[in-house]
Protein backbone atom coordinates (compact mmCIF):
# COMPACT_ATOMS: atom_id res chain seq x y z
CA UNK A 1 0.00 0.00 0.00
CA UNK A 2 1.20 3.25 -0.91
CA UNK A 3 1.83 5.81 2.15
CA UNK A 4 -1.23 7.54 3.35
CA UNK A 5 -2.01 11.31 2.45
CA UNK A 6 -2.61 13.17 5.70
CA UNK A 7 -4.20 16.78 4.85
CA UNK A 8 -2.35 19.02 7.60
CA UNK A 9 -3.72 22.50 8.32
CA UNK A 10 -0.27 24.97 8.73
CA UNK A 11 -1.96 28.78 8.37
CA UNK A 12 -5.82 29.33 8.93
CA UNK A 13 -7.46 28.27 5.59
CA UNK A 14 -4.17 26.66 4.41
CA UNK A 15 -4.57 22.70 3.18
CA UNK A 16 -1.42 21.05 2.25
CA UNK A 17 -1.07 17.45 1.52
CA UNK A 18 2.15 15.86 3.28
CA UNK A 19 3.67 11.98 3.10
CA UNK A 20 4.18 10.10 6.30
CA UNK A 21 7.17 9.36 3.72
CA UNK A 22 8.30 12.78 2.21
CA UNK A 23 6.35 15.77 3.11
CA UNK A 24 5.65 18.44 -0.57
CA UNK A 25 6.95 21.94 -0.11
CA UNK A 26 3.87 23.75 2.04
CA UNK A 27 4.80 27.32 -0.29
CA UNK A 28 2.84 27.59 -3.48
CA UNK A 29 5.91 26.73 -6.05
CA UNK A 30 5.62 26.18 -10.65
CA UNK A 31 3.88 23.72 -12.16
CA UNK A 32 6.35 20.80 -11.99
CA UNK A 33 6.71 18.72 -15.36
CA UNK A 34 5.86 15.79 -14.28
CA UNK A 35 4.97 14.08 -10.22
CA UNK A 36 8.21 12.85 -8.80
CA UNK A 37 9.24 9.64 -6.97
CA UNK A 38 7.46 10.22 -4.34
CA UNK A 39 3.84 10.24 -5.67
CA UNK A 40 1.71 7.45 -6.07
CA UNK A 41 2.50 4.99 -9.61
CA UNK A 42 -0.71 4.80 -11.65
CA UNK A 43 -0.42 1.11 -12.51
CA UNK A 44 -0.88 0.78 -16.47
CA UNK A 45 -0.90 -2.37 -18.22
CA UNK A 46 1.01 -2.98 -20.86
CA UNK A 47 -0.34 -4.20 -24.13
CA UNK A 48 0.40 -7.87 -25.01
CA UNK A 49 0.60 -7.49 -28.68
CA UNK A 50 0.86 -11.13 -29.44
CA UNK A 51 -1.96 -13.09 -31.38
CA UNK A 52 -2.40 -16.86 -31.36
CA UNK A 53 -4.78 -19.70 -31.04
CA UNK A 54 -6.28 -20.87 -27.68
CA UNK A 55 -8.55 -23.07 -25.96
CA UNK A 56 -10.14 -21.94 -22.81
CA UNK A 57 -12.41 -23.98 -20.07
CA UNK A 58 -13.89 -21.57 -17.51
CA UNK A 59 -17.01 -20.43 -16.11
CA UNK A 60 -19.01 -17.74 -17.51
CA UNK A 61 -19.16 -14.30 -15.01
CA UNK A 62 -20.91 -11.93 -16.80
CA UNK A 63 -23.07 -12.42 -20.14
CA UNK A 64 -22.84 -9.18 -21.75
CA UNK A 65 -23.70 -9.66 -25.36
CA UNK A 66 -26.13 -7.54 -25.98
CA UNK A 67 -24.74 -4.39 -24.36
CA UNK A 68 -21.24 -4.72 -24.66
CA UNK A 69 -20.75 -7.44 -27.61
CA UNK A 70 -19.20 -10.50 -25.38
CA UNK A 71 -19.12 -12.14 -22.09
CA UNK A 72 -16.14 -12.68 -19.33
CA UNK A 73 -15.30 -16.30 -18.81
CA UNK A 74 -13.16 -17.19 -15.58
CA UNK A 75 -11.33 -20.32 -14.83
CA UNK A 76 -10.27 -21.47 -11.67
CA UNK A 77 -7.10 -22.83 -13.23
CA UNK A 78 -5.28 -20.80 -15.46
CA UNK A 79 -2.32 -22.25 -17.90
CA UNK A 80 1.02 -20.38 -16.89
CA UNK A 81 0.79 -18.72 -20.57
CA UNK A 82 -2.93 -17.72 -19.40
CA UNK A 83 -4.89 -15.04 -18.32
CA UNK A 84 -7.19 -16.01 -15.93
CA UNK A 85 -10.06 -14.29 -17.06
CA UNK A 86 -10.76 -13.05 -20.74
CA UNK A 87 -13.89 -11.20 -22.85
CA UNK A 88 -15.08 -13.99 -25.11
CA UNK A 89 -16.31 -11.32 -28.33
CA UNK A 90 -20.31 -12.50 -29.72
CA UNK A 91 -19.86 -14.26 -32.78
CA UNK A 92 -23.13 -13.68 -35.47
CA UNK A 93 -24.56 -17.66 -35.55
CA UNK A 94 -23.12 -18.63 -31.94
CA UNK A 95 -25.20 -18.72 -29.31
CA UNK A 96 -24.41 -16.40 -26.38
CA UNK A 97 -24.21 -18.15 -22.77
CA UNK A 98 -25.75 -17.22 -20.17
CA UNK A 99 -23.69 -16.31 -16.53
CA UNK A 100 -22.95 -19.48 -14.65
CA UNK A 101 -22.49 -21.91 -18.01
CA UNK A 102 -19.56 -24.05 -18.12
CA UNK A 103 -17.77 -23.21 -21.26
CA UNK A 104 -14.76 -24.64 -23.66
CA UNK A 105 -14.17 -21.88 -26.44
CA UNK A 106 -11.11 -22.42 -28.88
CA UNK A 107 -10.29 -19.30 -30.84
CA UNK A 108 -7.55 -16.47 -31.18
CA UNK A 109 -6.75 -14.59 -28.19
CA UNK A 110 -5.94 -11.00 -28.74
CA UNK A 111 -5.92 -7.81 -26.60
CA UNK A 112 -8.06 -4.98 -26.69
CA UNK A 113 -5.99 -2.11 -24.69
CA UNK A 114 -5.65 -4.36 -21.87
CA UNK A 115 -8.16 -6.37 -22.20
CA UNK A 116 -7.57 -9.92 -23.09
CA UNK A 117 -9.87 -10.78 -25.74
CA UNK A 118 -10.73 -13.80 -27.55
CA UNK A 119 -12.52 -14.24 -30.88
CA UNK A 120 -14.10 -17.70 -30.70
CA UNK A 121 -14.27 -19.87 -33.90
CA UNK A 122 -15.72 -22.89 -31.79
CA UNK A 123 -17.73 -22.44 -28.96
CA UNK A 124 -18.82 -25.69 -26.76
CA UNK A 125 -21.06 -25.75 -23.46
CA UNK A 126 -19.85 -28.58 -21.25
CA UNK A 127 -22.16 -31.11 -19.04
CA UNK A 128 -20.26 -30.64 -16.07
CA UNK A 129 -20.35 -28.21 -13.68
CA UNK A 130 -17.56 -25.63 -14.07
CA UNK A 131 -15.22 -25.24 -10.76
CA UNK A 132 -16.98 -22.82 -8.29
CA UNK A 133 -16.06 -18.82 -8.90
CA UNK A 134 -16.31 -17.57 -5.70
CA UNK A 135 -15.70 -13.66 -6.35
CA UNK A 136 -12.27 -12.67 -5.36
CA UNK A 137 -12.31 -10.02 -2.47
CA UNK A 138 -10.53 -7.14 -1.96
CA UNK A 139 -10.27 -4.95 1.06
CA UNK A 140 -7.05 -2.71 0.87
CA UNK A 141 -7.51 0.02 -1.61
CA UNK A 142 -6.40 1.22 -3.57
CA UNK A 143 -6.62 -1.49 -5.99
CA UNK A 144 -4.04 -2.25 -8.74
CA UNK A 145 -6.97 -2.67 -11.20
CA UNK A 146 -4.85 -4.06 -14.30
CA UNK A 147 -3.47 -7.50 -11.87
CA UNK A 148 -7.29 -8.17 -11.69
CA UNK A 149 -8.45 -7.67 -15.53
CA UNK A 150 -11.74 -9.35 -16.48
CA UNK A 151 -11.84 -11.42 -13.18
CA UNK A 152 -15.30 -11.29 -10.82
CA UNK A 153 -14.41 -9.20 -7.63
CA UNK A 154 -16.27 -8.14 -4.71
CA UNK A 155 -15.42 -4.91 -3.07
CA UNK A 156 -15.28 -5.71 0.54
CA UNK A 157 -14.88 -1.86 1.73
CA UNK A 158 -17.77 1.20 1.47
CA UNK A 159 -17.83 2.84 -1.61
CA UNK A 160 -18.94 6.53 -2.00
CA UNK A 161 -20.84 8.14 -4.88
CA UNK A 162 -18.40 10.91 -5.98
CA UNK A 163 -20.06 11.16 -9.57
CA UNK A 164 -23.76 10.59 -11.50
CA UNK A 165 -23.54 12.69 -14.39
CA UNK A 166 -23.58 9.79 -16.64
CA UNK A 167 -25.67 7.59 -14.72
CA UNK A 168 -28.82 8.26 -16.81
CA UNK A 169 -27.32 8.55 -20.19
CA UNK A 170 -25.32 5.19 -19.83
CA UNK A 171 -26.14 3.93 -16.86
CA UNK A 172 -22.50 4.96 -14.69
CA UNK A 173 -21.64 5.64 -11.74
CA UNK A 174 -18.40 7.26 -10.53
CA UNK A 175 -17.33 6.17 -6.92
CA UNK A 176 -14.47 6.36 -4.99
CA UNK A 177 -12.81 4.68 -2.01
CA UNK A 178 -12.07 5.97 1.15
CA UNK A 179 -14.98 9.16 0.51
CA UNK A 180 -15.43 11.27 -1.82
CA UNK A 181 -13.09 12.72 -4.36
CA UNK A 182 -11.90 16.88 -4.25
CA UNK A 183 -11.04 18.75 -7.01
CA UNK A 184 -6.91 19.04 -6.74
CA UNK A 185 -6.80 22.59 -6.95
CA UNK A 186 -9.40 22.52 -4.17
CA UNK A 187 -7.43 20.79 -1.67
CA UNK A 188 -3.63 21.69 -2.77
CA UNK A 189 -1.67 24.33 -4.57
CA UNK A 190 -1.45 24.79 -8.05
CA UNK A 191 1.08 22.53 -9.60
CA UNK A 192 3.10 19.52 -7.65
CA UNK A 193 0.34 19.83 -4.88
CA UNK A 194 -2.81 19.39 -7.14
CA UNK A 195 -0.84 17.18 -9.53
CA UNK A 196 -0.13 14.77 -6.31
CA UNK A 197 -3.75 14.98 -5.23
CA UNK A 198 -4.50 14.49 -9.19
CA UNK A 199 -3.23 10.96 -8.77
CA UNK A 200 -4.22 9.80 -5.58
CA UNK A 201 -7.91 10.99 -7.09
CA UNK A 202 -7.37 8.27 -9.61
CA UNK A 203 -6.36 5.64 -8.03
CA UNK A 204 -9.23 5.72 -5.26
CA UNK A 205 -11.41 6.18 -8.50
CA UNK A 206 -13.99 3.08 -10.25
CA UNK A 207 -16.62 3.37 -12.38
CA UNK A 208 -19.49 1.39 -11.82
CA UNK A 209 -21.07 0.34 -14.97
CA UNK A 210 -24.27 -1.69 -16.03
CA UNK A 211 -22.84 -3.83 -19.08
CA UNK A 212 -24.60 -1.50 -21.95
CA UNK A 213 -23.61 1.37 -23.52
CA UNK A 214 -26.85 3.16 -23.26
CA UNK A 215 -29.15 5.30 -21.27
CA UNK A 216 -30.90 2.59 -18.86
CA UNK A 217 -34.94 2.43 -18.77
CA UNK A 218 -36.00 5.32 -16.75
CA UNK A 219 -32.68 6.68 -16.12
CA UNK A 220 -31.99 4.16 -13.25
CA UNK A 221 -29.76 0.97 -13.96
CA UNK A 222 -30.68 -2.55 -13.16
CA UNK A 223 -28.31 -2.53 -10.14
CA UNK A 224 -29.73 0.13 -8.23
CA UNK A 225 -32.96 -0.09 -5.80
CA UNK A 226 -36.06 2.03 -7.08
CA UNK A 227 -35.00 4.53 -4.78
CA UNK A 228 -31.96 5.69 -6.66
CA UNK A 229 -34.32 8.11 -8.07
CA UNK A 230 -32.89 9.70 -4.98
CA UNK A 231 -29.67 9.17 -5.12
CA UNK A 232 -27.10 12.20 -4.24
CA UNK A 233 -23.49 12.39 -4.55
CA UNK A 234 -22.09 11.45 -1.48
CA UNK A 235 -24.34 8.18 -0.40
CA UNK A 236 -22.28 5.14 0.54
CA UNK A 237 -22.56 1.85 -1.48
CA UNK A 238 -21.88 -1.73 -0.11
CA UNK A 239 -22.00 -5.48 -1.82
CA UNK A 240 -20.37 -4.23 -4.59
CA UNK A 241 -19.67 -7.23 -6.99
CA UNK A 242 -18.55 -7.43 -10.91
CA UNK A 243 -15.88 -8.05 -12.95
CA UNK A 244 -12.88 -5.66 -13.53
CA UNK A 245 -13.35 -4.20 -17.04
CA UNK A 246 -11.62 -1.07 -19.31
CA UNK A 247 -12.94 0.62 -22.00
CA UNK A 248 -13.58 4.19 -23.03
CA UNK A 249 -10.50 5.01 -21.10
CA UNK A 250 -10.96 4.02 -17.74
CA UNK A 251 -11.69 0.88 -15.42
CA UNK A 252 -14.81 -0.20 -14.26
CA UNK A 253 -16.77 -2.84 -12.54
CA UNK A 254 -19.46 -4.17 -14.99
CA UNK A 255 -21.77 -5.19 -12.11
CA UNK A 256 -23.19 -8.58 -11.67
CA UNK A 257 -25.42 -8.19 -8.83
CA UNK A 258 -27.65 -4.77 -7.34
CA UNK A 259 -25.46 -2.63 -4.43
CA UNK A 260 -27.04 -1.99 -0.97
CA UNK A 261 -27.33 1.80 -1.30
CA UNK A 262 -27.38 4.04 1.31
CA UNK A 263 -29.13 7.72 0.65
CA UNK A 264 -27.19 10.59 1.82
CA UNK A 265 -29.97 12.61 2.99
CA UNK A 266 -31.02 16.50 1.88
CA UNK A 267 -29.88 19.01 3.76
CA UNK A 268 -32.12 21.65 5.88
CA UNK A 269 -31.98 25.39 4.87
CA UNK A 270 -28.97 26.66 6.74
CA UNK A 271 -29.35 29.01 9.38
CA UNK A 272 -26.50 31.27 9.38
CA UNK A 273 -25.63 33.82 12.09
CA UNK A 274 -25.69 37.50 12.04
CA UNK A 275 -27.97 40.48 11.46
CA UNK A 276 -26.91 41.31 7.39
CA UNK A 277 -26.76 38.19 5.38
CA UNK A 278 -25.32 37.73 1.46
CA UNK A 279 -25.94 35.06 -0.69
CA UNK A 280 -24.11 34.00 -3.59
CA UNK A 281 -26.39 32.03 -6.78
CA UNK A 282 -25.06 31.03 -10.01
CA UNK A 283 -28.60 30.32 -11.86
CA UNK A 284 -27.75 28.24 -14.68
CA UNK A 285 -28.95 31.02 -17.48
CA UNK A 286 -31.86 32.11 -16.04
CA UNK A 287 -33.64 33.26 -19.72
CA UNK A 288 -37.48 33.97 -19.82
CA UNK A 289 -37.91 33.97 -23.74
CA UNK A 290 -39.31 37.04 -24.73
CA UNK A 291 -40.84 37.81 -21.03
CA UNK A 292 -44.53 37.05 -22.47
CA UNK A 293 -44.41 33.74 -22.63
CA UNK A 294 -42.94 33.79 -26.08
CA UNK A 295 -39.11 33.59 -27.08
CA UNK A 296 -38.64 29.82 -26.75
CA UNK A 297 -36.40 27.35 -27.19
CA UNK A 298 -34.17 30.54 -25.08
CA UNK A 299 -30.40 30.73 -26.43
CA UNK A 300 -28.49 29.32 -23.50
CA UNK A 301 -31.61 28.33 -20.97
CA UNK A 302 -35.01 27.22 -21.08
CA UNK A 303 -36.20 25.25 -24.20
CA UNK A 304 -39.86 25.61 -23.17
CA UNK A 305 -42.11 27.72 -20.91
CA UNK A 306 -42.80 24.90 -19.02
CA UNK A 307 -39.16 24.74 -18.27
CA UNK A 308 -38.86 28.35 -17.44
CA UNK A 309 -41.64 27.81 -15.02
CA UNK A 310 -39.90 24.90 -12.98
CA UNK A 311 -36.59 26.37 -12.99
CA UNK A 312 -38.35 29.89 -11.78
CA UNK A 313 -39.76 27.60 -9.07
CA UNK A 314 -36.78 26.77 -7.58
CA UNK A 315 -35.05 29.39 -7.55
CA UNK A 316 -37.54 31.40 -5.83
CA UNK A 317 -37.90 28.13 -3.29
CA UNK A 318 -33.84 28.31 -3.07
CA UNK A 319 -33.54 32.35 -2.06
CA UNK A 320 -36.78 32.60 -0.18
CA UNK A 321 -35.41 29.91 2.07
CA UNK A 322 -31.88 30.83 2.57
CA UNK A 323 -33.60 34.28 4.15
CA UNK A 324 -30.64 36.43 3.18
CA UNK A 325 -30.89 40.63 2.85
CA UNK A 326 -28.52 40.66 -0.34
CA UNK A 327 -27.96 38.19 -3.26
CA UNK A 328 -25.29 38.50 -5.83
CA UNK A 329 -26.78 36.29 -9.07
CA UNK A 330 -24.64 35.38 -12.10
CA UNK A 331 -25.73 34.04 -14.94
CA UNK A 332 -29.02 36.09 -15.77
CA UNK A 333 -30.22 36.72 -19.64
CA UNK A 334 -28.40 40.13 -20.20
CA UNK A 335 -31.95 41.47 -21.54
CA UNK A 336 -32.21 44.98 -19.55
CA UNK A 337 -34.20 46.01 -16.56
CA UNK A 338 -37.56 46.38 -18.25
CA UNK A 339 -41.05 44.66 -16.82
CA UNK A 340 -40.22 41.59 -19.34
CA UNK A 341 -36.30 41.17 -18.18
CA UNK A 342 -35.16 38.01 -17.08
CA UNK A 343 -34.14 39.47 -13.73
CA UNK A 344 -37.76 41.84 -13.27
CA UNK A 345 -39.48 39.07 -13.33
CA UNK A 346 -37.30 36.73 -10.81
CA UNK A 347 -38.13 39.67 -8.52
CA UNK A 348 -41.61 39.49 -8.86
CA UNK A 349 -41.70 35.72 -8.62
CA UNK A 350 -39.89 36.63 -5.24
CA UNK A 351 -42.49 39.39 -4.00
CA UNK A 352 -45.07 37.20 -5.26
CA UNK A 353 -44.66 33.95 -3.46
CA UNK A 354 -43.51 35.49 -0.25
CA UNK A 355 -43.87 35.98 2.86
CA UNK A 356 -41.40 39.18 1.87
CA UNK A 357 -42.84 41.62 -0.41
CA UNK A 358 -39.87 43.97 -0.43
CA UNK A 359 -37.40 42.53 -2.95
CA UNK A 360 -35.70 44.75 -5.85
CA UNK A 361 -32.95 44.49 -7.68
CA UNK A 362 -29.71 47.46 -8.70
CA UNK A 363 -30.68 48.49 -12.34
CA UNK A 364 -27.66 49.66 -14.47
CA UNK A 365 -29.50 50.96 -17.46
CA UNK A 366 -28.09 48.60 -19.43
CA UNK A 367 -25.52 45.22 -19.40
CA UNK A 368 -23.33 45.10 -16.93
CA UNK A 369 -21.50 44.21 -20.22
CA UNK A 370 -22.80 42.51 -23.77
CA UNK A 371 -22.10 39.13 -22.70
CA UNK A 372 -25.67 36.94 -23.29
CA UNK A 373 -25.71 36.47 -20.09
CA UNK A 374 -24.44 38.99 -16.77
CA UNK A 375 -24.46 39.34 -12.93
CA UNK A 376 -27.07 40.92 -10.45
CA UNK A 377 -27.88 41.99 -7.42
CA UNK A 378 -31.22 41.96 -5.57
CA UNK A 379 -31.76 42.80 -2.30
CA UNK A 380 -34.70 43.44 0.51
CA UNK A 381 -35.84 47.13 0.64
CA UNK A 382 -36.89 46.55 4.28
CA UNK A 383 -33.77 45.42 5.59
CA UNK A 384 -30.98 47.52 3.57
CA UNK A 385 -30.95 50.26 1.28
CA UNK A 386 -27.95 51.16 -1.89
CA UNK A 387 -25.83 53.79 -1.03
CA UNK A 388 -24.94 56.00 -3.98
CA UNK A 389 -24.82 54.19 -7.34
CA UNK A 390 -24.01 51.02 -9.02
CA UNK A 391 -20.52 50.41 -10.24
CA UNK A 392 -19.12 48.53 -13.42
CA UNK A 393 -15.61 47.42 -14.88
CA UNK A 394 -14.97 46.84 -18.25
CA UNK A 395 -11.91 46.59 -20.08
CA UNK A 396 -9.49 43.93 -20.61
CA UNK A 397 -10.65 40.16 -19.91
CA UNK A 398 -14.53 42.07 -19.02
CA UNK A 399 -14.82 42.92 -22.61
CA UNK A 400 -15.34 39.65 -23.85
CA UNK A 401 -14.24 36.70 -21.37
CA UNK A 402 -14.81 37.58 -17.99
CA UNK A 403 -18.47 38.99 -17.17
CA UNK A 404 -18.41 42.91 -16.28
CA UNK A 405 -18.53 42.75 -12.34
CA UNK A 406 -21.22 44.80 -10.26
CA UNK A 407 -20.72 46.65 -7.64
CA UNK A 408 -23.41 48.56 -5.23
CA UNK A 409 -22.75 49.83 -1.80
CA UNK A 410 -25.38 49.13 0.99
CA UNK A 411 -26.32 50.04 4.36
CA UNK A 412 -28.39 48.17 6.81
CA UNK A 413 -32.03 49.80 7.35
CA UNK A 414 -34.58 49.50 10.55
CA UNK A 415 -38.04 51.82 9.82
CA UNK A 416 -36.89 53.19 6.67
CA UNK A 417 -33.77 54.87 8.69
CA UNK A 418 -29.95 53.39 8.28
CA UNK A 419 -29.06 51.04 11.03
CA UNK A 420 -25.26 49.83 10.81
CA UNK A 421 -22.15 49.85 9.27
CA UNK A 422 -22.11 50.30 5.35
CA UNK A 423 -20.80 47.80 2.95
CA UNK A 424 -20.42 47.23 -0.69
CA UNK A 425 -20.99 43.59 -2.50
CA UNK A 426 -19.21 43.04 -6.20
CA UNK A 427 -20.97 40.44 -7.86
CA UNK A 428 -18.16 38.33 -10.32
CA UNK A 429 -18.78 35.61 -12.81
CA UNK A 430 -14.90 34.82 -14.36
CA UNK A 431 -14.35 33.03 -17.14
CA UNK A 432 -15.06 29.51 -17.68
CA UNK A 433 -12.34 26.54 -17.74
CA UNK A 434 -13.86 24.65 -20.76
CA UNK A 435 -10.57 24.79 -23.42
CA UNK A 436 -12.45 25.96 -26.97
CA UNK A 437 -10.22 28.64 -28.66
CA UNK A 438 -8.01 28.99 -25.68
CA UNK A 439 -4.84 30.28 -26.79
CA UNK A 440 -0.77 30.98 -25.57
CA UNK A 441 -1.23 31.55 -21.77
CA UNK A 442 -4.79 30.59 -21.44
CA UNK A 443 -3.94 26.93 -22.64
CA UNK A 444 -4.34 24.21 -20.28
CA UNK A 445 -0.42 24.48 -18.82
CA UNK A 446 -1.34 20.64 -16.70
CA UNK A 447 -1.04 22.13 -13.25
CA UNK A 448 -4.74 21.64 -12.46
CA UNK A 449 -6.12 24.84 -13.53
CA UNK A 450 -7.38 23.56 -16.90
CA UNK A 451 -7.41 26.57 -19.56
CA UNK A 452 -8.04 30.39 -19.11
CA UNK A 453 -6.25 30.80 -16.09
CA UNK A 454 -4.39 33.54 -17.51
CA UNK A 455 -7.63 35.64 -18.23
CA UNK A 456 -9.35 34.96 -15.34
CA UNK A 457 -6.04 35.83 -12.93
CA UNK A 458 -5.78 39.01 -14.70
CA UNK A 459 -9.36 39.29 -14.09
CA UNK A 460 -8.79 39.25 -10.56
CA UNK A 461 -6.13 41.35 -10.59
CA UNK A 462 -8.07 44.11 -12.48
CA UNK A 463 -10.50 43.82 -10.02
CA UNK A 464 -8.14 44.58 -7.12
CA UNK A 465 -6.75 47.16 -8.57
CA UNK A 466 -10.27 48.78 -9.54
CA UNK A 467 -11.62 48.50 -5.95
CA UNK A 468 -8.30 49.86 -3.60
CA UNK A 469 -9.97 53.30 -6.16
CA UNK A 470 -13.31 52.79 -3.70
CA UNK A 471 -15.86 52.91 -6.65
CA UNK A 472 -18.44 52.53 -4.55
CA UNK A 473 -17.24 55.66 -2.37
CA UNK A 474 -15.88 53.12 0.03
CA UNK A 475 -13.27 50.26 -0.09
CA UNK A 476 -13.65 49.37 3.53
CA UNK A 477 -16.07 46.54 3.87
CA UNK A 478 -16.29 44.43 0.50
CA UNK A 479 -17.27 41.34 -0.17
CA UNK A 480 -16.29 40.27 -3.54
CA UNK A 481 -19.02 37.44 -4.37
CA UNK A 482 -19.66 34.88 -7.08
CA UNK A 483 -18.73 32.17 -9.89
CA UNK A 484 -14.68 32.19 -10.03
CA UNK A 485 -14.54 29.13 -11.93
CA UNK A 486 -11.22 28.84 -9.91
CA UNK A 487 -11.09 26.28 -7.30
CA UNK A 488 -9.67 27.19 -3.52
CA UNK A 489 -5.92 26.60 -4.11
CA UNK A 490 -6.04 28.54 -7.56
CA UNK A 491 -3.52 31.69 -9.17
CA UNK A 492 -6.79 34.02 -9.04
CA UNK A 493 -7.31 32.80 -5.21
CA UNK A 494 -4.45 33.32 -4.43
CA UNK A 495 -3.96 37.10 -5.57
CA UNK A 496 -7.29 37.96 -2.96
CA UNK A 497 -5.07 36.14 -0.32
CA UNK A 498 -1.88 37.75 -0.73
CA UNK A 499 -3.57 41.21 -0.13
CA UNK A 500 -5.35 40.44 3.07
CA UNK A 501 -8.91 39.53 1.99
CA UNK A 502 -10.60 36.24 3.59
CA UNK A 503 -11.96 33.28 3.01
CA UNK A 504 -15.26 32.49 5.61
CA UNK A 505 -14.83 29.26 4.63
CA UNK A 506 -11.46 28.27 4.92
CA UNK A 507 -11.64 26.71 8.19
CA UNK A 508 -13.74 24.68 10.80
CA UNK A 509 -15.98 22.15 9.04
CA UNK A 510 -15.32 18.99 9.05
CA UNK A 511 -15.21 17.92 5.41
CA UNK A 512 -14.09 20.32 3.11
CA UNK A 513 -16.67 22.84 1.08
CA UNK A 514 -18.07 22.23 -2.18
CA UNK A 515 -20.25 24.31 -4.63
CA UNK A 516 -20.03 22.20 -7.79
CA UNK A 517 -19.22 18.54 -8.70
CA UNK A 518 -17.30 17.92 -12.12
CA UNK A 519 -16.37 14.72 -13.59
CA UNK A 520 -16.55 13.09 -9.97
CA UNK A 521 -15.11 15.97 -8.18
CA UNK A 522 -16.08 17.91 -6.14
CA UNK A 523 -14.49 21.70 -5.18
CA UNK A 524 -15.47 25.45 -5.06
CA UNK A 525 -16.13 27.64 -7.74
CA UNK A 526 -18.08 29.82 -5.98
CA UNK A 527 -16.65 32.26 -3.59
CA UNK A 528 -17.04 34.89 -0.78
CA UNK A 529 -13.77 37.09 -0.23
CA UNK A 530 -13.98 39.86 2.28
CA UNK A 531 -11.68 42.53 2.68
CA UNK A 532 -9.95 42.67 6.46
CA UNK A 533 -12.47 44.93 7.63
CA UNK A 534 -15.44 42.96 6.84
CA UNK A 535 -13.98 39.56 7.55
CA UNK A 536 -13.75 40.82 11.31
CA UNK A 537 -17.72 40.55 10.93
CA UNK A 538 -18.26 37.55 10.05
CA UNK A 539 -20.91 35.93 11.96
CA UNK A 540 -21.17 32.64 9.99
CA UNK A 541 -21.12 31.01 6.59
CA UNK A 542 -22.63 27.99 5.09
CA UNK A 543 -23.16 26.21 1.48
CA UNK A 544 -26.40 24.90 0.91
CA UNK A 545 -26.12 21.19 -1.07
CA UNK A 546 -29.02 21.34 -2.88
CA UNK A 547 -27.80 21.49 -6.46
CA UNK A 548 -24.25 20.17 -7.08
CA UNK A 549 -24.96 16.91 -5.32
CA UNK A 550 -28.54 15.70 -6.81
CA UNK A 551 -29.48 14.28 -9.93
CA UNK A 552 -29.21 16.21 -13.09
CA UNK A 553 -32.77 15.47 -14.24
CA UNK A 554 -33.82 16.03 -10.52
CA UNK A 555 -35.51 19.10 -12.04
CA UNK A 556 -37.68 17.06 -14.33
CA UNK A 557 -38.93 14.66 -12.13
CA UNK A 558 -39.64 17.04 -9.12
CA UNK A 559 -41.12 20.12 -9.67
CA UNK A 560 -41.61 21.53 -6.69
CA UNK A 561 -38.49 22.84 -4.08
CA UNK A 562 -35.59 24.36 -4.16
CA UNK A 563 -33.52 20.61 -5.56
CA UNK A 564 -31.40 20.94 -8.52
CA UNK A 565 -32.51 24.31 -9.32
CA UNK A 566 -29.60 25.04 -11.02
CA UNK A 567 -25.86 23.07 -11.41
CA UNK A 568 -23.94 25.64 -8.64
CA UNK A 569 -25.04 25.07 -4.57
CA UNK A 570 -25.83 28.74 -3.02
CA UNK A 571 -23.11 29.89 -0.54
CA UNK A 572 -24.33 32.23 2.54
CA UNK A 573 -21.95 34.25 4.71
CA UNK A 574 -23.64 36.07 7.60
CA UNK A 575 -22.32 39.75 9.05
CA UNK A 576 -22.33 41.86 12.28
CA UNK A 577 -23.18 45.31 10.78
CA UNK A 578 -26.56 46.61 12.54
CA UNK A 579 -26.11 49.24 15.45
CA UNK A 580 -22.22 50.37 14.69
Known amino acids: MSPPIHLTRLLPGLLVCTLLAACRATAPGPAAAAVDDTSPIIFAPSADTTVREVTVDGQVTGAFAEGLGGWFLET ?75 RLVRIEVPLTVTGQHELGRRGTLIASVDGRLYAPSEMGWAGNEALFLKSDNDRRRILLDDGRDDAPEDGVPWYLPDTAHALRTGSVLTGVEGIVDFRHGAWRLQLTAPVEVQLAPRPAPPVVEGDVRIAAFNLENLFNGDGRGGGFPTPRGAETPAAYARQLEGLVATITALDVDVAALMELENDGYGPDSSIA ?30 VGLIYRATRVRPQGAPATLDGGPFDSLSRVPLAQAFVPVQDDRPDGADFTVVAVHFKSKGCGTADGADRDRGDGQACWNAARTESAHRLLTWLETAPTGSNERVAVVGDFNAYAREDPLRLFYNTGWRDPFASGADEPPHSFVFDGQAGRLDHALLSPALAERVAGAAKWHINADEPDDMREREASGPWRSSDHDPLVVGLKLRGR
Open 76 to 150: AAPARDMPPAVFVEAVDGMPAPVAGAHMRVNGLLHWVGPLPTLRPARLEQLPTPASTLAPLRLSDSPYRWSEHIG
Open 345 to 374: HLVDALNAAGPARDWRFVGTGEGPGTDAIR
